[in-house]
T-cell receptor, first 108, second 118 residues
Framework: AQRVTQPEKLLSVFKGAPVELKCNYS??????LFWYVQYSRQRLQLLLRHISRESIKGFTADLNKGETSFHLKKPFAQEEDSAMYYC??????????FGEGTQLTVNP | GAGVSQSPSNKVTEKGKDVELRCDPISGHTALYWYRQSLGQGLEFLIYFQGNSAPDKSGLPSDRFSAERTGGSVSTLTIQRTQQEDSAVYLC?????????WGTGELFFGEGSRLTVL
């Protein structure tokens, strides 16, 4: 079955520590992949997309087709990174399927 | 405002009542999506509208749920005979294109409508 998995519902790190939010997917073909973020009391918004190969707010995401993973990484976490993060492959029909999300807390 | 607007922001209703949730997408956006965000469940796709094409209703959980989009703009999500398990935040999003990988290809979300069914 097609699905996207974010194995960690909660992730807590200290400021300055590296952080990795895991995402695994099982979709046929090569779906386009996105990370969305929701900061406290803000709207859900796009963080980055694989096709752009971009780094946003210090975050990068590497696609590993062999492992079908698209983990989100940042070498030095900041307190303002605390948020809910969703991995989202684009599935057939031009829609995004979101994972269950990972709540990241960066402690001072 | 130029963002996606949803109303009401909060709705409390009694089991068995019907509710309507409204979404005003960003002007000029041809694609409109409804998602449901439940505690511990992530975001669940409900329905997708693109231009004049038939909507993708494959995510609607039951026939109590329906949605329409009038004039290619405003959309209304209707839940009939609400049940307690319908309690959630209902999110609307719009996109400039129907191909998320082209152009801006980004979903812009509203703040959501929080539905509580007593």
């Amino acid at each position: 079955a097609q699905r996207v998995t974010q194995p960690e519902k909660l992730l807590s790190v200290f400021k300055g520590a590296p952080v990795e939010l895991k995402c695994n997917y099982s979709y046929s073909g090569s779906p386009e992949l996105f990370w969305y973020v929701q900061y406290s009391r803000q709207r859900l918004q796009l963080l980055l997309r694989h096709i752009s190969r971009e780094s946003i707010k210090g975050f990068t995401a590497d696609l590993n087709k062999g492992e079908t993973s698209f983990h989100l990484k940042k070498p030095f976490a900041q307190e303002e990174d605390s948020a809910m993060y969703y991995c989202a492959p684009e599935t057939s029909g031009s829609r995004l399927t979101f994972g269950e999300g990972t709540q990241l807390t960066v402690n001072p | 405002g130029a963002g996606v607007s949803q109303s009401p922001s909060n709705k409390v209703t009694e089991k068995g009542k019907d509710v309507e949730l409204r979404c005003d997408p960003i002007s000029g956006h041809t694609a409109l999506y409804w998602y449901r965000q439940s505690l511990g469940q992530g975001l669940e796709f409900l329905i997708y509208f693109q231009g004049n094409s038939a909507p993708d209703k494959s995510g609607l959980p039951s026939d109590r749920f329906s949605a329409e989009r009038t004039g290619g703009s405003v959309s209304t999500l209707t839940i009939q005979r609400t049940q307690q398990e319908d309690s959630a935040v209902y999110l609307c999003a719009s996109s400039l294109t129907d191909r998320l990988t082209w152009g801006t290809g980004e979903l812009f979300f509203g703040e959501g409508s929080r539905l509580t069914v007593l």
